[in-house]
Protein backbone atom coordinates (compact mmCIF):
# COMPACT_ATOMS: atom_id res chain seq x y z
CA UNK A 1 0.00 0.00 0.00
CA UNK A 2 3.05 2.21 0.71
CA UNK A 3 4.40 1.42 -2.37
CA UNK A 4 1.10 2.14 -4.45
CA UNK A 5 0.60 6.01 -2.78
CA UNK A 6 4.23 6.76 -3.73
CA UNK A 7 4.46 6.03 -7.22
CA UNK A 8 1.26 8.20 -7.80
CA UNK A 9 2.66 11.71 -7.19
CA UNK A 10 5.51 10.49 -9.11
CA UNK A 11 3.43 9.58 -12.26
CA UNK A 12 1.70 12.93 -12.29
CA UNK A 13 4.88 14.42 -12.12
CA UNK A 14 6.30 12.58 -15.34
CA UNK A 15 2.43 13.75 -16.58
CA UNK A 16 2.81 17.06 -15.95
CA UNK A 17 6.48 17.25 -17.62
CA UNK A 18 5.21 15.76 -20.54
CA UNK A 19 2.28 18.57 -20.65
CA UNK A 20 5.25 21.22 -20.22
CA UNK A 21 6.96 19.89 -22.48
CA UNK A 22 4.11 19.54 -25.38
CA UNK A 23 2.85 23.00 -24.72
CA UNK A 24 6.54 24.31 -24.94
CA UNK A 25 7.45 22.82 -28.30
CA UNK A 26 3.77 24.41 -29.34
CA UNK A 27 4.60 27.74 -28.08
CA UNK A 28 7.99 27.30 -30.56
CA UNK A 29 6.50 26.48 -33.55
CA UNK A 30 3.42 28.02 -33.74
CA UNK A 31 3.04 30.07 -36.75
CA UNK A 32 1.50 33.09 -35.16
CA UNK A 33 3.17 35.58 -32.53
CA UNK A 34 2.83 34.93 -28.78
CA UNK A 35 3.58 37.54 -26.46
CA UNK A 36 3.19 37.33 -22.40
CA UNK A 37 3.97 40.07 -21.20
CA UNK A 38 2.86 43.00 -18.38
CA UNK A 39 0.96 46.55 -18.81
CA UNK A 40 2.32 48.67 -16.31
CA UNK A 41 0.93 52.66 -15.39
CA UNK A 42 1.34 55.23 -18.29
CA UNK A 43 0.69 52.10 -20.89
CA UNK A 44 4.08 50.63 -20.39
CA UNK A 45 4.18 46.76 -22.18
CA UNK A 46 7.32 45.32 -21.30
CA UNK A 47 7.51 41.65 -22.26
CA UNK A 48 8.69 38.24 -20.51
CA UNK A 49 8.17 35.52 -22.82
CA UNK A 50 8.03 36.10 -27.16
CA UNK A 51 8.18 32.76 -29.04
CA UNK A 52 10.74 32.57 -32.21
CA UNK A 53 7.77 33.30 -34.80
CA UNK A 54 6.89 36.83 -32.87
CA UNK A 55 10.88 37.78 -33.32
CA UNK A 56 10.62 36.73 -37.01
CA UNK A 57 7.60 38.76 -37.85
CA UNK A 58 9.44 42.12 -36.46
CA UNK A 59 12.35 41.53 -38.32
CA UNK A 60 14.33 40.53 -34.48
CA UNK A 61 17.42 38.10 -34.17
CA UNK A 62 16.27 34.87 -33.21
CA UNK A 63 18.83 34.56 -30.54
CA UNK A 64 18.51 37.50 -28.56
CA UNK A 65 16.72 38.04 -25.11
CA UNK A 66 12.70 37.85 -24.81
CA UNK A 67 12.64 40.87 -23.11
CA UNK A 68 14.23 43.28 -25.73
CA UNK A 69 11.27 41.81 -28.33
CA UNK A 70 8.84 45.01 -27.50
CA UNK A 71 5.87 44.78 -30.20
CA UNK A 72 3.74 47.14 -28.23
CA UNK A 73 6.50 49.60 -28.49
CA UNK A 74 5.59 52.85 -29.87
CA UNK A 75 8.96 52.67 -32.26
CA UNK A 76 6.43 50.17 -33.89
CA UNK A 77 3.43 52.08 -34.19
CA UNK A 78 2.62 53.94 -37.57
CA UNK A 79 -0.11 56.24 -35.92
CA UNK A 80 0.94 56.81 -32.11
CA UNK A 81 -2.81 57.61 -31.66
CA UNK A 82 -3.90 54.10 -32.79
CA UNK A 83 -1.17 52.62 -29.85
CA UNK A 84 -3.76 54.33 -27.38
CA UNK A 85 -6.31 53.55 -28.86
CA UNK A 86 -5.64 49.86 -28.47
CA UNK A 87 -4.79 49.87 -24.83
CA UNK A 88 -7.27 51.91 -23.92
CA UNK A 89 -9.56 49.23 -25.34
CA UNK A 90 -8.02 46.39 -23.91
CA UNK A 91 -7.84 48.13 -20.05
CA UNK A 92 -11.53 49.23 -20.63
CA UNK A 93 -12.84 45.65 -21.81
CA UNK A 94 -10.50 43.00 -20.68
CA UNK A 95 -9.77 41.45 -24.08
CA UNK A 96 -9.64 42.61 -27.94
CA UNK A 97 -10.18 40.17 -30.26
CA UNK A 98 -8.98 40.40 -34.27
CA UNK A 99 -7.82 44.04 -33.44
CA UNK A 100 -6.24 44.86 -36.62
CA UNK A 101 -2.92 47.38 -36.53
CA UNK A 102 -0.65 48.86 -38.55
CA UNK A 103 2.61 48.39 -37.24
CA UNK A 104 6.34 48.98 -38.05
CA UNK A 105 8.78 46.29 -38.21
CA UNK A 106 12.50 47.03 -37.25
CA UNK A 107 13.84 47.11 -40.33
CA UNK A 108 10.93 50.04 -41.35
CA UNK A 109 9.00 47.96 -43.61
CA UNK A 110 5.01 48.18 -42.66
CA UNK A 111 3.19 45.21 -41.78
CA UNK A 112 -0.66 44.64 -40.86
CA UNK A 113 -1.54 42.69 -37.90
CA UNK A 114 -4.61 40.90 -35.57
CA UNK A 115 -3.89 41.08 -32.04
CA UNK A 116 -6.28 38.74 -29.94
CA UNK A 117 -5.69 39.88 -26.44
CA UNK A 118 -6.76 39.21 -23.05
CA UNK A 119 -5.43 40.91 -19.80
CA UNK A 120 -4.46 38.27 -16.96
CA UNK A 121 -4.77 38.48 -13.43
CA UNK A 122 -2.71 41.35 -12.06
CA UNK A 123 1.23 40.59 -10.94
CA UNK A 124 1.40 43.87 -8.48
CA UNK A 125 -0.92 46.97 -7.55
CA UNK A 126 0.89 48.52 -10.64
CA UNK A 127 0.88 45.89 -13.28
CA UNK A 128 -0.91 43.31 -15.43
CA UNK A 129 -0.55 40.50 -16.87
CA UNK A 130 -1.60 40.46 -20.82
CA UNK A 131 -1.69 37.70 -22.97
CA UNK A 132 -1.50 38.00 -27.19
CA UNK A 133 -1.26 36.17 -29.98
CA UNK A 134 -0.32 38.17 -33.15
CA UNK A 135 -0.95 37.30 -36.63
CA UNK A 136 0.25 39.01 -39.33
CA UNK A 137 -2.20 39.60 -42.24
CA UNK A 138 -0.38 41.85 -44.57
CA UNK A 139 -0.63 38.87 -47.14
CA UNK A 140 -4.33 39.13 -46.90
CA UNK A 141 -4.73 42.93 -46.66
CA UNK A 142 -2.58 43.18 -50.25
CA UNK A 143 -5.09 40.61 -51.75
CA UNK A 144 -8.18 42.59 -49.87
CA UNK A 145 -6.83 45.72 -51.29
CA UNK A 146 -6.44 44.24 -55.15
CA UNK A 147 -10.08 42.80 -55.34
CA UNK A 148 -11.45 46.44 -54.20
CA UNK A 149 -8.92 47.56 -57.13
CA UNK A 150 -10.50 44.85 -59.37
CA UNK A 151 -13.97 46.45 -58.20
CA UNK A 152 -13.69 49.47 -58.76
CA UNK A 153 -12.19 48.99 -62.47
CA UNK A 154 -15.13 46.80 -62.92
CA UNK A 155 -17.43 49.57 -61.67
CA UNK A 156 -15.52 51.93 -64.10
CA UNK A 157 -15.64 49.78 -66.87
CA UNK A 158 -19.05 49.89 -66.43
CA UNK A 159 -19.70 53.12 -66.31
CA UNK A 160 -17.88 53.97 -69.44
CA UNK A 161 -19.89 51.07 -71.33
CA UNK A 162 -23.38 53.10 -70.23
CA UNK A 163 -21.43 56.48 -71.22
CA UNK A 164 -20.53 54.90 -74.37
CA UNK A 165 -24.07 54.02 -75.18
CA UNK A 166 -25.63 57.52 -74.21
CA UNK A 167 -23.09 59.00 -76.59
CA UNK A 168 -23.52 56.74 -79.65
CA UNK A 169 -27.28 57.66 -78.84
CA UNK A 170 -26.71 61.70 -79.09
CA UNK A 171 -24.36 60.94 -81.78
CA UNK A 172 -27.01 59.49 -84.03
CA UNK A 173 -29.45 62.25 -82.80
CA UNK A 174 -27.16 64.65 -83.41
CA UNK A 175 -25.91 63.66 -87.03
CA UNK A 176 -29.42 63.94 -89.02
CA UNK A 177 -29.38 67.81 -88.10
CA UNK A 178 -26.01 68.25 -88.75
CA UNK A 179 -26.16 66.68 -92.17
CA UNK A 180 -29.20 69.03 -92.63
CA UNK A 181 -27.34 72.24 -92.10
CA UNK A 182 -24.15 71.08 -94.16
CA UNK A 183 -26.53 70.54 -97.11
CA UNK A 184 -28.02 74.00 -97.19
CA UNK A 185 -24.87 75.63 -96.20
CA UNK A 186 -23.19 74.40 -99.25
CA UNK A 187 -26.03 75.27 -101.46
CA UNK A 188 -26.17 78.79 -99.96
CA UNK A 189 -22.59 79.41 -100.10
CA UNK A 190 -22.74 78.45 -103.76
CA UNK A 191 -25.24 80.36 -104.40
CA UNK A 192 -24.32 83.94 -102.66
CA UNK A 193 -22.91 87.00 -104.24
CA UNK A 194 -22.68 89.24 -101.14
CA UNK A 195 -18.90 88.46 -99.67
CA UNK A 196 -20.42 89.02 -96.33
CA UNK A 197 -22.54 86.48 -96.63
CA UNK A 198 -20.49 84.39 -98.44
CA UNK A 199 -17.63 84.48 -95.79
CA UNK A 200 -20.87 83.89 -93.07
CA UNK A 201 -22.03 80.45 -94.72
CA UNK A 202 -18.17 79.05 -95.49
CA UNK A 203 -17.95 79.64 -91.55
CA UNK A 204 -21.41 77.64 -90.92
CA UNK A 205 -19.91 74.97 -93.34
CA UNK A 206 -16.36 74.48 -91.49
CA UNK A 207 -17.82 74.42 -88.16
CA UNK A 208 -20.29 72.13 -89.33
CA UNK A 209 -17.84 69.71 -90.88
CA UNK A 210 -15.70 69.98 -87.71
CA UNK A 211 -18.81 69.08 -85.31
CA UNK A 212 -19.97 66.12 -87.83
CA UNK A 213 -16.54 64.89 -87.91
CA UNK A 214 -16.43 64.79 -83.45
CA UNK A 215 -19.46 63.06 -83.93
CA UNK A 216 -17.69 60.48 -86.63
CA UNK A 217 -14.81 60.24 -83.54
CA UNK A 218 -17.75 59.80 -80.70
CA UNK A 219 -19.52 57.62 -82.33
CA UNK A 220 -16.43 55.54 -83.26
CA UNK A 221 -15.21 55.74 -79.96
CA UNK A 222 -18.62 54.45 -78.32
CA UNK A 223 -18.77 51.60 -81.11
CA UNK A 224 -18.23 48.00 -79.59
CA UNK A 225 -15.37 46.41 -81.41
CA UNK A 226 -13.03 43.06 -81.34
CA UNK A 227 -9.36 44.43 -81.23
CA UNK A 228 -8.25 44.86 -85.09
CA UNK A 229 -4.98 45.89 -86.04
CA UNK A 230 -3.86 47.81 -88.73
CA UNK A 231 -1.09 50.63 -89.81
CA UNK A 232 -1.92 53.40 -88.19
CA UNK A 233 -0.35 57.38 -87.84
CA UNK A 234 0.09 58.04 -84.36
CA UNK A 235 -0.83 61.36 -85.09
CA UNK A 236 -3.63 61.38 -86.47
CA UNK A 237 -5.07 59.75 -83.54
CA UNK A 238 -3.68 62.13 -80.69
CA UNK A 239 -5.34 64.49 -83.47
CA UNK A 240 -8.58 62.97 -83.42
CA UNK A 241 -8.62 62.06 -79.88
CA UNK A 242 -7.80 65.64 -78.40
CA UNK A 243 -11.01 66.35 -80.49
CA UNK A 244 -13.39 65.10 -78.30
CA UNK A 245 -11.75 66.81 -75.34
CA UNK A 246 -12.16 70.55 -77.11
CA UNK A 247 -15.37 71.65 -75.63
CA UNK A 248 -14.36 70.45 -72.45
CA UNK A 249 -11.12 71.95 -72.30
CA UNK A 250 -12.76 75.24 -73.62
CA UNK A 251 -14.82 74.73 -70.14
CA UNK A 252 -12.50 74.47 -67.58
CA UNK A 253 -9.68 77.08 -69.39
CA UNK A 254 -7.34 74.47 -70.51
CA UNK A 255 -5.16 74.87 -73.18
CA UNK A 256 -3.40 71.82 -75.01
CA UNK A 257 -0.06 72.79 -76.82
CA UNK A 258 0.32 69.81 -79.97
CA UNK A 259 4.00 68.94 -80.28
CA UNK A 260 3.52 66.44 -82.28
CA UNK A 261 6.98 65.26 -84.30
CA UNK A 262 6.62 64.91 -88.34
CA UNK A 263 7.88 61.74 -90.36
CA UNK A 264 7.02 59.17 -88.10
CA UNK A 265 5.82 55.71 -89.38
CA UNK A 266 3.00 54.16 -89.26
CA UNK A 267 2.50 51.71 -86.09
CA UNK A 268 0.47 48.73 -86.49
CA UNK A 269 -2.31 48.54 -83.58
CA UNK A 270 -5.67 48.86 -82.93
CA UNK A 271 -7.31 52.50 -83.38
CA UNK A 272 -9.50 52.17 -80.83
CA UNK A 273 -7.56 51.29 -78.38
CA UNK A 274 -4.96 53.70 -78.81
CA UNK A 275 -7.67 56.78 -78.40
CA UNK A 276 -9.32 55.21 -75.51
CA UNK A 277 -5.26 54.86 -73.51
CA UNK A 278 -5.03 58.48 -75.35
CA UNK A 279 -8.07 59.98 -73.90
CA UNK A 280 -7.90 58.27 -69.96
CA UNK A 281 -4.52 60.13 -70.14
CA UNK A 282 -5.88 63.59 -70.93
CA UNK A 283 -8.78 63.17 -68.90
CA UNK A 284 -6.37 62.49 -66.06
CA UNK A 285 -3.77 65.66 -66.77
CA UNK A 286 -7.42 67.69 -67.06
CA UNK A 287 -8.43 66.24 -63.63
CA UNK A 288 -4.68 66.81 -61.95
CA UNK A 289 -4.49 70.57 -63.59
CA UNK A 290 -8.17 71.24 -62.21
CA UNK A 291 -7.46 70.05 -58.99
Known amino acids: MVVSRSATPRALSSHDFEIRNALFRLF ?3 QEGVFVGTLAPKSILKTLVANPYLKLMFGYEPNIPDSTIQPFD ?4 VDPKARRTFIDQLLRDGSVVDYLL ?3 RTDNTLIWVEVTAQLGSAKDENN ?3 NALIRDVSERRKLEDQGRDVHHQLLQAEKLAALGQTISGVAHELNNPLATILTWAERLAGRAIDPVTK ?3 TTILSESERAAKIVRNLLTFSRKRNTTRSLVHVNQIVKETLSLRTYDQRVSNISTIEGLATGLPQVFADPHHLKQVLLNLIINAEQSMLS
Open 199 to 201: RGL
Open 102 to 104: RLR
Open 28 to 30: QSV
Open 128 to 130: QYV
Open 74 to 77: EMHF
